[in-house]
C-alpha cells in the first residue's frame, strides 16, 4: 500500500519533492509499523525476518538511488556524489533512525526527527540551484 501511495504522489515530481515524499511515507509507514509483531517475528522466524528487512532495505535503497540519479539529470543535486555510497548511508540511517524512535521513548517527536533527516541529506546532496529551489518552494512545506 505504502508504495502504491508514494507512486500516486511522486508522479510528475522533481527529485527534491520525490526525496521529501519518500521519507514522509516512510515515516507515515514506522509509525504504523506493529512494533510487537515485529520483535515475535525476529524471535520465532529469523530468517523470514531477515529476508522481509533486506527486500525492505533494497526497495529504499533502489527509490534513492534512482532519486539521486534524476536529481543530478534535472541539475538539483551535485554531480560528483558517491551514490552506492550515499544510497547505502542513507538507508542505514533512515532505517536506525525510525527503528530507535519506535523502540523507545525520546523527547523529540518523529515529526521533528523526520524533518530534520529531509533537511540533513538534502543539504548533503542538493547543489546551489537545489537548494535555492528548496528555499523557494518547499522551505515552509517541510
Not at 73 to 100: C, K, P, W
Request: aromatic letters at 12%; glycine letters at 2%; a positive charge.
Amino acid at each position: 500500500m505504502h508504495q502504491a501511495k508514494l507512486q500516486k504522489n511522486i508522479k510528475d515530481k522533481n527529485a527534491i519533492e520525490i526525496f521529501v515524499c519518500m521519507v514522509k511515507e516512510l515515516k507515515k509507514s514506522a509509525e504504523c509499523t506493529p512494533v510487537l509483531f515485529w520483535h515475535d517475528v525476529e524471535k520465532f522466524y529469523p530468517a523470514l525476518f531477515q529476508k522481509h528487512n533486506q527486500i525492505k532495505q533494497d526497495n529504499v535503497r533502489n527509490i534513492f538511488e534512482n532519486n539521486i540519479k534524476q536529481g543530478i539529470a534535472e541539475g538539483y543535486y551535485r554531480e560528483n556524489l558517491d551514490i552506492e555510497l550515499l544510497s547505502f548511508f542513507h538507508t542505514v540511517q533512515i532505517r536506525n533512525t525510525f527503528e530507535m524512535m519506535m523502540q523507545s521513548q525520546l523527547k523529540f517527536s518523529l515529526k521533528r526527527i523526520t524533518d530534520f533527516f529531509i533537511d540533513m541529506i538534502i543539504r548533503l546532496i542538493a547543489n546551489e540551484k537545489g537548494m535555492k529551489y528548496i528555499e523557494e518552494n518547499l522551505t515552509d512545506k517541510k
